[in-house]
């Protein structure tokens, strides 16, 4: 199994590369730089699955003062997760998410939102196989003024 650990301006490399393949709409750059604000924020906390010396998945967490669907205030915040494609399927999502959990217990959290772009069912069954319910959905609009 791989090892879990909080990650830290160490992996900041291959992290960011990492975050460039789950929000490859991103800039990369400022992907990359967010890290400097993410290392330094006690509100925040990001944790790498390793195989060896190989990361192989990380999850990005936070403590919001809110979040939409959640019942408590404070509320942990699953911000991201990643699993290199190789390494999908064999528990280690799971174990980031168990990972971010125990991070918002041990700050005396008692929930942990996340959420999913409507389209996206993969991320959806696997909020749902990591024991998160839904709780709603939204429907964004906009309309440009002239």
């Known amino acids: 199994m791989a ?3 909080r990650l830290g301006e160490a992996d900041r490399e291959t992290w960011a590369r990492m975050r460039g393949a789950l929000w490859p709409d991103e800039d990369a750059g400022e992907l990359a730089r967010e890290l400097t604000d993410l290392l330094a924020d006690a ?3 990001a944790f ?18 809110w979040g939409d669907g959640t019942l408590t205030r404070p509320v942990g915040w699953l911000e ?25 217990r041990g700050r005396g959290l008692t929930e942990l939102g996340s959420d999913a772009r409507a389209d ?5 069954a696997a ?4 024991g998160f319910e839904e ?12």
């Open 3 to 5: 090892e879990i650990r």
């Open 43 to 45: 509100n925040q906390a």
């Open 48 to 65: 790498g699955a390793f195989e060896a010396a190989r990361m192989v998945g990380f999850a990005e967490s936070s403590e919001r003062s």
């Open 80 to 104: 991201g997760i990643y699993v290199v494609p190789d390494r999908r399927r064999a528990g280690l999502a799971a174990a980031l998410v168990a990972a971010v959990e125990d991070w918002g």
């Open 120 to 124: 996206n069912l993969v991320s959806i």
């Open 127 to 130: 909020h749902s196989s990591w």
């Open 135 to 146: 709780t709603e959905r939204l429907v964004l609009f906009r309309k440009a003024l002239k």
